[in-house]
């Protein structure tokens, strides 16, 4: 094996070993939500026509748990190999950054699509979905993944303790995956808040990502799809930088 | 002889200390090295520098001729480093542990590769742990697979920076074996250890940094040679004292008189003194030099000027 593929096959291991935690827990996250919220507002929200409360949501809960379960891995390895020194393993191999980048970004968009399917296909059940323009559903799941697991890259390097690293996670990411349309269209917020939306990149992902269901959506999904994939370039040299640099890695 | 490691001129500061102060060093491809010297002094940081771990400020390191900067893929496969830390990866167990590790060396899945995994583990008295997660394994386990990590890819130039903190006698002694066997097959080792008594007996050749500079360089032969000498340690009967020509010369540690001398013609004199003073003893004895002996000295700034020695 190269050392890219090893650090690939490292990384997907380490959260497969503890799927429990990192698989089969977020999908089950993602169905209590949906169980709560459709109960509550099935009959009361139709988004859009011809789409009931309940399908609407599903596809936003995908993506939500596909972003946050990308970050989490990456972040989440980086931060503890970091802290309990085992990072040193993979620094003292004669492993490019560019690989290191690749092998840590792929694997949490493998996590974060598994966690994505799993909730996809535990939430089929409840809802009737369509799946009108799939490759939508492809490319947004991948960029947005590819973004968080950047972002994921970036906080794990950073962040020189577990608490730095919540923070990270609680009072950026967070917000923003809530605050994105996961649970409502943004043409049903006030002025204001439906501007502030559209500053918020992960708005984009899931509007794009839900449009490939139902071939509906808040904006263009090329409009999002500019807008994801400059993200998603504009963080991979952030990340391939800092991995270059040995910020926070090689003292 | 071509050099295994070769330091030229290597600075390094960390905020307002100067960890590496312009090193200097050759290390010769076969040779079972030491490199001494107090905590802080500057060993580790210059281990992390041959490792890349660590970005130098100026100067240049290489490794079997690559330098760890620009041709850093290489020098780095040349290279097998068993940390000072005893870090582990708790996902894994032993064996998968070597197996990523060979992985990231680009050391593909082959009968010769397990079979190297399989005979790092025997060696290291680790077969029966093989297949067991590493957290479950004690503090000693765990130093030997960070050993068996270093020697995967079977580098030619093996650093172990203090291998044998906090373990047991036995292990010791397995380790230093396994490790005396790699450098007769040609490996060269580089040790940092705080059992002067190890370096003593292993190294060939010895540095000793004080302060990112190297102080002291030489066989190990020589610098006992050089900086130690014997020692006639007298403890006095209860209520005698020694003359006070001896006192000047001697130091005193829990009750015993230690007087340093290079030739045993000397010790005649000393005698006749004490016998002289009519100063009865309950215990004497002569020491060797050793290599403590010759770290306190260099480290006190014992050596005189002009002294420092280069091979």
Same mark, same amino acid.
């Given at each position: ?10 990384? !997907? #291991? %380490?959260?497969?070993? =503890? $799927?429990?935690?990192?698989?089969? /827990?977020?999908?089950?996250? @993602?169905? *209590? ?75 949490? !968009? #493998? %996590?974060?699509?598994? =966690? $994505?399917?799993?909730?996809?296909? /535990?939430?089929?059940?409840? @809802?009737? *979905? ?122 | ?311």
């Amino acid at each position: 094996m190269t050392g890219f593929s090893t650090l690939f096959y490292k990384e !997907v #291991l %380490r959260f497969w070993k =503890v $799927g429990f935690q990192t698989v089969a /827990a977020p999908v089950m996250t @993602a169905l *209590l939500y949906l169980l709560i919220f459709s109960h509550v507002l099935e009959a009361h929200v139709q988004v859009y026509p011809g789409v009931t409360y309940t399908a609407f949501l599903v596809p936003g809960l995908v993506m939500m748990s596909v972003l946050q379960n990308a970050f989490a891995n990456s972040s989440s390895s980086l931060i503890q190999s970091k802290v309990t020194g085992s990072i040193i393993f993979v620094l003292l191999p004669p492993i490019s950054y560019r690989a290191f980048y690749l092998a840590y970004v792929l694997a949490a !968009v #493998l %996590r974060g699509v598994s =966690v $994505g399917v799993g909730v996809l296909l /535990a939430t089929l059940w409840f @809802a009737p *979905l369509q799946f009108v323009e799939p490759q939508w559903i492809i490319v947004f799941a991948m960029l947005g993944g590819g973004i968080l697991a950047c972002l994921g890259v970036i906080a794990g390097i950073w962040a020189d303790k577990f608490d730095q690293l919540a923070a990270f996670q609680n009072f950026i990411i967070l917000p923003l995956t809530f605050l994105s349309g996961v649970f409502y269209s943004i043409h049903t917020l006030p002025p204001f808040w439906q501007l502030a939306s559209h500053w918020n990149p992960i708005f984009y992902m899931i509007d794009g990502f839900r449009h490939g269901f139902f071939g509906i959506s808040d904006v263009s999904p090329w409009q999002s799809f500019t807008i994801v994939t400059t993200c998603f370039v504009l963080l991979s040299a952030l990340t391939l930088e800092m991995l270059k640099r040995g910020y926070k890695l090689r003292a | 002889m071509t050099s295994a490691i070769h330091v030229q001129q290597v600075t390094k500061r960390f905020g307002s200390v100067q960890a590496l102060a312009g090193v200097d060093l050759e290390v010769r491809e076969g040779e079972f090295f030491g490199l001494l010297g107090p905590n802080g002094a500057g060993k580790t940081t210059l281990i992390s520098a041959l490792a890349g771990l660590v970005r130098l400020d100026s100067g240049h390191i290489e490794v079997m001729g690559c330098d760890v900067i620009a041709d850093y893929r290489n020098a780095r496969r040349q290279l097998g480093v068993v940390p000072q830390e005893l870090v582990f990866d708790p996902f894994f167990s032993v064996r998968e542990t070597l197996r990523i590790q060979c992985g990231y060396f680009g050391i593909r899945q082959s009968r010769e590769r397990d079979a190297w995994i399989d005979e790092i583990l025997e060696n290291l008295d680790l077969t029966s742990k093989a297949d067991a997660n590493m957290r479950a394994l004690s503090g000693g386990m765990k130093r030997r697979v960070l050993v068996a990590q270093a020697l995967v890819h079977r580098p030619p130039v093996i650093v172990l920076d203090e291998p044998t903190a906090g373990v047991d006698v036995e292990l010791r002694q397995t380790l230093w074996q396994f490790i005396r066997r790699l450098n007769r097959d040609g490996h060269t080792v580089v040790l940092t250890t705080h059992y002067l008594e190890e370096a003593e007996s292993l190294c060939g050749r010895i540095a000793m940094l004080k302060a990112g500079r190297v102080v002291a360089l030489d066989t190990t032969a020589n610098l006992l040679r050089s900086f130690s000498t014997h020692a006639l340690r007298l403890k006095p009967m209860l209520g005698a004292t020694l003359p006070t020509a001896l006192l000047r010369r001697a130091e005193n540690k829990e009750g015993v008189w230690t007087i340093a001398f290079d030739q045993f013609e000397e010790i005649e004199p000393v005698l006749a003194e004490l016998r002289a003073a009519g100063c009865s003893l309950d215990d004497l004895e002569i020491g060797k030099p050793d290599l403590e002996d010759v770290f306190v000295r260099v480290m006190r700034g014992k050596v005189e000027a002009g002294a420092e020695v280069r091979a």
